[in-house]
T-cell receptor, first 117, second 112 residues
Framework: NAGVTQTPKFRILKIGQSMTLQCAQD?????MYWYRQDPGMGLKLIYY???????DKGEVPNGYNVSRSTTEDFPLRLELAAPSQTSVYFC????????????????FGEGSWLTVV | EDKVVQSPLSLVVHEGDTVTLNCSYE??????LLWYKQEKKAPTFLFML????IEKKSGRLSSILDKKELFSILNITATQTGDSAVYLC????????????FGTGTLLAVQP
């Protein structure tokens, strides 16, 4: 029972490089999300998707792109990495309908630590 | 602007103490309030509160939502060192998109 799987767990990028953070879920969730968490801060929504082929911007989308070609996968691409993108990135997924018990909620991956130098 | 505010920012207690963590929100199209526990890695789900005044309990943890005053509290009784973590509250909003606005979290340290 893998849940939400993110790769890589750690990465150091040089300014101007590009990379893709991978996210996969095996719970047949339609909804997927990317959040970033800066030190001492709450999570902020970057992009989200309500189904394959559908994506939309969250609070902080600048400098990122996403795609959703399958239900399972939701990669996040960083173009021209900047120091301001140093953060921990969390992918999450859920069913469309959330219920108030642990069996049906928003599930998070274990995070990808990214440093841009 | 939509926001979720948690207090205190950090808290140090001794094992056996009872703690109360606070979360207030001002969010357009508010649907529910969620609590998560974060121990260095992924936030893990604790509670989802949709109705006002109904307490949710799980072991030593409990939580309640006040939709009139726009706040929620998370109580932990008889704290243990394993309760040490960042506790995040998040407001679910925005129709059918299930988007969350998070607070900055409360860092709880439980000393033996």
């Amino acid at each position: 029972n893998a849940g939400v799987t993110q790769t890589p767990k750690f990465r150091i990028l040089k300014i101007g490089q590009s990379m893709t953070l991978q996210c996969a879920q095996d719970m047949n969730h339609n909804y997927m999300y990317w959040y970033r968490q800066d030190p001492g801060m709450g999570l902020k929504l970057i992009y989200y998707s309500v189904g394959a082929g559908i994506t939309d911007k969250g609070e902080v989308p600048n400098g990122y792109n996403v795609s959703r070609s399958t239900t399972e996968d939701f990669p996040l691409r960083l173009e021209l990495a900047a120091p301001s993108q140093t953060s921990v990135y969390f992918c999450a997924s859920s069913h469309r309908v959330l219920l108030p018990f642990s069996g049906n909620t928003i599930y998070f991956g274990e995070g990808s630590w990214l440093t841009v130098v | 602007e939509d926001k979720v505010v948690q207090s205190p920012l950090s808290l140090v207690v001794h094992e056996g103490d009872t703690v109360t963590l606070n979360c207030s929100y001002e969010v357009t199209n508010f649907r529910s309030l969620l609590w998560y526990k974060q121990e260095k890695k992924a936030p893990t789900f604790l509670f989802m509160l949709t109705s006002s005044g109904i307490e949710k309990k799980s072991g030593r943890l409990s939580s309640i939502l006040d939709k009139k005053e726009l706040f929620s509290i998370l109580n932990i009784t008889a704290t243990q060192t394993g309760d040490s973590a960042v506790y995040l509250c998040a407001a679910l909003y925005g129709g059918a998109t299930n988007k969350l606005i998070f607070g900055t979290g409360t860092l709880l340290a439980v000393q033996p």
